[in-house]
């Protein structure tokens, strides 16, 4: 071991130096030097390991291509912890410290465990072994990629972005439902309410701490749910550290751009409360009140940021009363934890807002809820909803199922429905059924490689399990990585032109305002995300066209034009200094040819442009507070309006 750390640190000191030297001297960029200084230190490193530190004699053949492949990962480390400082403003040497502490780790485990261990078979795994030490250091290395893969690959998602913004309105003193309108139940707000409370005190910007907050979440969720699945007897030996390990890949880098999501952080903890219910389901003993206290409070985590999920554990709860044949067993005590949360706070929110109840329930069923995409669902879980039940089924026949992986099946088709039933086709609303399925053929893969009698399976048979499970988990996750976002380049020119702007913004898409918003730098001016009233009173009065219901087309189109007409006066009476404008969108043509919006874009001189989403400027911006654009009474922006319509139409408020 001292041996080992000298060496290490010898490496460290020498990357430390050429790191520093070459950004200094060659006047190159600390991604570009940090590079370079790792190729260089990881010859020193290759052999000083080799020859001290391990004294291995094994063959170069062998040892060289898979130090490669540890050296390949501390490359990325090296990268990309430089790029993510970047992204945080933080000081080049505090990346370059984050670097000398993280690869090391990275190595130790790899090197000690693989990379120079005599006597590996070719069919043996990386993630050897299964003691509580190194599923921690597993679970630190996976954890810190997924952060900086986080920070560095994709802005933080639309809506998380914009509950952040929200966050912030309320701290400065905007109520909620009144100056600032979110679509959802305070809940979506609370559940990122201490991350973004505790960025300004430690300095940090609000996404970094709700990306850490979110990996605190994945971690916990995973071993949690380690932990009842040890306890219960449901993945015995080394198939479970393997199944952990590939779990937390799934909850933090396979998620891709809907990282943080509120249907993600829901989905990862879920899973104690189905394990739980495996392990009622197998009749097992030694089942404790503290197994059913954690996973019953983190279960109802997932029916407080979307209630639709409620059916997830409707269906967990019916599958150990079927499998018992005790209808008793609905009221155990882990599912009346969760459901009593759902209960409480249901209650609360009715009592603290009653105004969602009373007045922006109504126009969410007339427009938002109203409105599906069939096709779209379709289309958006078919790779999913094809492939997972198919690889699990071959698992399952070949010696891989379990009690576990059926009930996670179970969930994952459970959870399709919520899917269905918001009908927007979504990727992210996918996430539970996605994750839950994937965790299914985790768990009976890893039985079939790790825990099972007799011979370790040969290579041809462990290339094929793992085939298998690769193609399910990318069908699985492949349409959460396409980002949609604005590009960086575009914020980056935008921001030097401006300085704490505020923000509006003419769209009906969230993904048009947020999160450039934020990245501009900008004070979100509006109360709502979007146009989303005008998009759907649109996209309704067309249906209704079709249809031949000309009544309620012309409700609806009422709707818009009062709508449109409210948003041009407060533009009007108090501009933005940034305006987004998003081409793109067939309402926005509509505003500037139709409702007046091309007079108020004359004030404005454009300074950037990604395809279609454009920047513009206002050219003699004044100081506005986001308050300014509400009024105190009521909702914001909601006109009283008496109107002939359709006896399904239960609201008598219209959005304006």
Known sequence: MAIFVSVGVA????????????????????SISSVVAYLLSAVFSYCGHKYLSFTSSGAHTIEAPRFVVTTTL????????????????????????????????????????????????????????????????????????????????????????????VIERMRAGDRLYVDVIELNPPSSIWLYWVPVLLSRPIGLLPESVVYAYTLLICLGGVAMTGWIIRSGNLITGRALAQAMALMLVSAALLVGNSFSERDHIGAVLLTPLIALTAWRGSGSAGLAPRHWLA???????IALVKPYYAVVVFAAATYVVVRRRDIGLFLLPEFLIAGGMSVAYMAVFYLAYPIYFEELLPILRETYMAFSWPLDLLAVLAAPLLVIPVVYGIFARSGGRSIFGDLLLICAGAACIPYFTQGKGWAYHTYPAVYLGSVAVIVAACK????????????????????????ALVAAH????????????????????????????LGGDIAAGH??????????????????????????????????????????????????????????????????????????????????????????????????????????????????????????????????????????????
């Open 11 to 30: 490496a460290t000191i020498l990357y430390f130096v050429l790191a520093s030297s070459t950004s200094v001297i060659l006047q190159v960029s600390p």
């Open 74 to 165: 501390g490359l990325l480390i090296a990268y990309l912890l430089p790029l993510a400082a970047e992204r945080m403003g933080l000081p080049h040497f505090v990346a370059y410290a984050a670097v000398c502490l993280v690869v090391p780790m990275v190595n130790f485990v790899l090197l000690k465990r693989w990379v120079f261990r005599i006597g590996n078979s070719p069919h043996e795994a990386v993630f050897a072994g299964g003691s509580t030490g190194r599923l921690l250091a597993w679970g630190l290395v996976i954890s810190c990629v997924a952060f900086v893969i986080q920070l560095t690959m994709w802005p933080i998602n639309p809506d998380t972005s914009w509950l952040i913004t």
């Open 295 to 301: 996973a019953g409070f983190a279960g109802g985590v």
């Open 448 to 471: 079939l490689v790790f825990d099972r009698p007799g011979p370790a399976v040969r290579l041809p048979k462990l290339a094929e399990i793992a085939g298998l499970t690769l193609m």
């Open 478 to 505: 492949w349409r959460f990585f396409p980002d949609h976002a604005a590009s960086r380049d575009l914020a980056t020119a935008v921001r030097g032109q401006t300085s704490s702007p505020t923000v509006g913004m």
């Open 515 to 656: 999160p450039l918003a934020r990245m501009l730098g900008g004070r979100w001016i509006e109360p709502y995300c979007s146009d989303w009233i005008a998009i759907f009173a649109l996209r309704l009065e067309d249906e209704a066209l079709r249809q031949g219901d000309g009544e309620r087309a012309g409700y609806f189109k009422d709707m818009l034009n009062r709508y449109l007409a409210g948003k041009r006066e407060r533009l009007t009476e108090a501009p933005p200094e940034i305006l987004i404008v998003d081409r793109g969108d067939r309402l926005v043509r509509m505003m500037l040819a139709e409702h007046g919006f091309d007079r108020l874009l004359a004030n404005y001189a454009m300074t950037g442009a990604d395809k279609e989403l454009e920047v513009y400027r206002l050219a003699n911006p004044t100081v506005v507070e986001p308050h300014d654009m509400a009024v105190q009474d009521g909702i914001v922006t909601l006109l009283r309006v008496r109107l002939m319509r359709p006896p399904f139409f239960k609201s008598v408020e219209v959005a304006g």
